[in-house]
């Protein structure tokens, strides 16, 4: 610790007014072009708004470049007469991208694993961590899910490998739907599957290769008033329709319900 103690003051003694001048130059140089940088982006931002988005990320990249260039020239420009210390520099520096490097690599091995695996595929409708929508792309780094609510979420991979992830079409376009209703007990539950069956089976996005399956199960909700679950299962043609699909089925079943009579719990509802 001593001996490092003294090699630091030792170069420090070594640094001269030249080399301090050539530093800050370096560093008020690029401290100016990125300022001029942000108004250059902010009047092409203004110039261009529908490439706002494009000309951020571009200048960003830009700025980091700028970042890196001072902060190199400003190390070489102090270190020059010691040639060993920009060895060790660049030493540490290394060590250093290492470690920052470290998760990175992990999801880049988590990816490969991912691809040659196959948990889920581009175009797959997955359930992760609250998250529900589509694989829109499996890069070396994270994966980008695309939600309902059309929001992009990146997740990185080597998460993947520790998390639980459902796909509901496992690289297929097709996918099973399932659709639950509820009716009274007293109702005529007959009626009631024949009529749900009726709905599904006539909806436009179904698809009936693998047939249509109704269940009942009798259930008690948050209100202590028991009810009959109805539980319709079909696949769909293309996940890109489950929501409309499912809107079909509630609101035609709804429909059919009421014109038969069938009796709801419309203020007891059951919660299950």
Known sequence: MVNEAG???????????????????LLVTAWATTLGLGRIGAFFTQLFPSQRLAILRFETIIRFLIYIAAGAGTAVALLSPKPELLMTLAGSAAVAIGFALKDIVASMVAGIIIIFDKPFQVG???????????????????????TLGHDTVTIPNSVFLT???????????????????????????????????????????????????????????????????????????????????LTDIIIRSNQAFARAGIGRFEKEACFM
């Open 7 to 25: 090699g630091l003051l030792d170069w420090l003694r070594t640094i001269d007014a030249t080399q301090l001048m050539v530093a800050a130059i």
């Open 124 to 146: 797959d409708r997955v359930t992760f961590q609250g998250n529900y929508g589509d694989i829109v792309a499996i890069g070396l780094r994270s994966v980008r899910l695309l």
């Open 163 to 245: 998390e639980v992830v459902a796909s509901g079409n496992s690289g297929s376009l097709s996918m099973m739907v399932t659709v639950t209703t509820h009716v009274a007990v007293g109702a005529d539950i007959q009626l009631a599957v024949d009529l749900l069956r009726e709905v599904v089976v006539t909806s436009r996005f179904a698809w009936l290769k693998n047939g249509v399956s109704i269940t009942v199960d009798e259930v008690v909700g948050e209100t202590l008033v028991p009810c009959l679950k109805l539980t319709a299962r079909c696949y769909i043609s293309d996940v890109r329709h489950e929501k409309a699909y």
